[in-house]
């Protein structure tokens, strides 16, 4: 996961160095306060950093404690994950990190669309600083202040030294479904925005993005990494983060997005209604 950013920043600072100085004058979409995102989102970047490293900090469970697992005690919709094939863990590990990884960079293939590309550095300033959001969120909501048992732990066929090793307490929730969904509705949203001329078909978006994090939890579960529902709240915190965040800083023209109608008759008041 640390290599995965670091290399997201690299991608990021390349492109502010070599992309163009000039852009085309339009409407924007998105209102960013450089002096503002720009060092709240290296600061996240780097509260980030260090609670990666307080994690690595957090006590492993002993022998005593792995011997003690019952799996009759997990809830039953959970209880999936601890009947699979153990042979097949390493492989589906390995596809779930290819498949971060390349989910994570997929926001920058947004620049293909002219419109976008014209806001090229406002759209991956947004983009690093969603996925700061998240990771932050990630580490408070999750592993750093809760220690549930990943599902190898219950597998006797594992040696005990894997299973009292770091990281055995930090099921709950699954990183990589949320950094992927993060992505991947960051993208929806983003080309949703820039293309209000869908309308109603902005939603085959939304449902596009639910793919890749359901590919990549389907794995983390065949890893022994994760429970379903682990990865279930993974993508809803992903996908929560990657549409409110740019939607935080949408630009709102002639109340597109927000509309207030008053209405009379047998009930009077007012109709709100808010547009993502």
């Given at each position: 996961?640390?290599?995965?950013f670091l290399l997201l920043l690299c991608v990021f600072f390349f492109s502010v160095t070599y992309?163009?100085?000039?852009?085309?004058?339009?409407?924007?979409?998105?209102?960013?306060?450089?002096?503002?995102?720009?060092?709240?989102?290296?600061?996240?970047?780097?509260?980030?950093?260090?609670?990666?490293?307080?994690?690595?900090?957090?006590?492993?469970?002993?022998?005593?404690?792995?011997?003690?697992?019952?799996?009759?005690?997990?809830?039953?919709?959970?209880?999936?994950?601890?009947?699979?094939?153990?042979?097949?863990?390493?492989?589906?590990?390995?596809?779930?990190?290819?498949?971060?990884?390349?989910?994570?960079?997929?926001?920058?293939?947004?620049?293909?669309?002219?419109?976008?590309?014209?806001?090229?550095?406002?759209?991956?300033?947004?983009?690093?600083?969603?996925?700061?959001?998240?990771?932050?969120?990630?580490?408070?909501?999750?592993?750093?202040?809760?220690?549930?048992?990943?599902?190898?732990?219950?597998?006797?066929?594992?040696?005990?030294?894997?299973?009292?090793?770091?990281?055995?307490?930090?099921?709950?929730?699954?990183?990589?479904?949320?950094?992927?969904?993060?992505?991947?509705?960051?993208?929806?949203?983003?080309?949703?925005?820039?293309?209000?001329?869908?309308?109603?078909?902005?939603?085959?978006?939304?449902?596009?993005?639910?793919?890749?994090?359901?590919?990549?939890?389907?794995?983390?579960?065949?890893?022994?990494?994760?429970?379903?529902?682990?990865?279930?709240?993974?993508?809803?915190?992903?996908?929560?983060?990657?549409?409110?965040?740019?939607?935080?800083?949408?630009?709102?023209?002639?109340?597109?997005?927000?509309?207030?109608?008053?209405?009379?008759?047998?009930?009077?008041?007012?109709?709100?209604?808010?547009?993502?």
């Amino acid at each position: 996961m640390k290599k995965y950013f670091l290399l997201l920043l690299c991608v990021f600072f390349f492109s502010v160095t070599y992309g163009q100085k000039k852009k085309v004058q339009h409407e924007k979409v998105y209102k960013l306060k450089y002096a503002i995102d720009a060092p709240v989102t290296a600061g996240l970047f780097v509260t980030y950093y260090f609670g990666l490293q307080s994690l690595t900090r957090k006590a492993n469970p002993d022998s005593a404690q792995i011997a003690a697992l019952n799996k009759s005690d997990v809830w039953w919709f959970d209880r999936a994950a601890l009947y699979q094939d153990v042979s097949e863990m390493d492989n589906s590990r390995n596809i779930s990190d290819w498949g971060l990884r390349i989910v994570g960079f997929m926001p920058f293939l947004l620049f293909i669309d002219r419109k976008i590309r014209k806001d090229w550095y406002d759209i991956a300033l947004l983009y690093l600083e969603t996925q700061a959001v998240a990771q932050n969120v990630y580490i408070l909501a999750g592993p750093l202040f809760t220690k549930r048992m990943r599902p190898f732990a219950y597998y006797t066929e594992l040696p005990m030294e894997a299973k009292t090793g770091d990281g055995t307490t930090d099921s709950w929730f699954s990183g990589h479904t949320s950094t992927t969904a993060t992505a991947s509705f960051f993208m929806a949203k983003v080309l949703s925005d820039y293309h209000p001329e869908l309308g109603a078909k902005k939603w085959i978006l939304y449902a596009a993005a639910f793919i890749p994090p359901a590919f990549i939890g389907i794995y983390r579960v065949k890893a022994l990494k994760h429970f379903p529902t682990d990865v279930f709240v993974g993508t809803a915190v992903g996908a929560a983060i990657g549409i409110l965040i740019p939607q935080f800083h949408k630009i709102t023209r002639k109340n597109e997005d927000l509309s207030i109608v008053p209405f009379a008759g047998k009930y009077t008041g007012l109709a709100v209604s808010l547009r993502f």
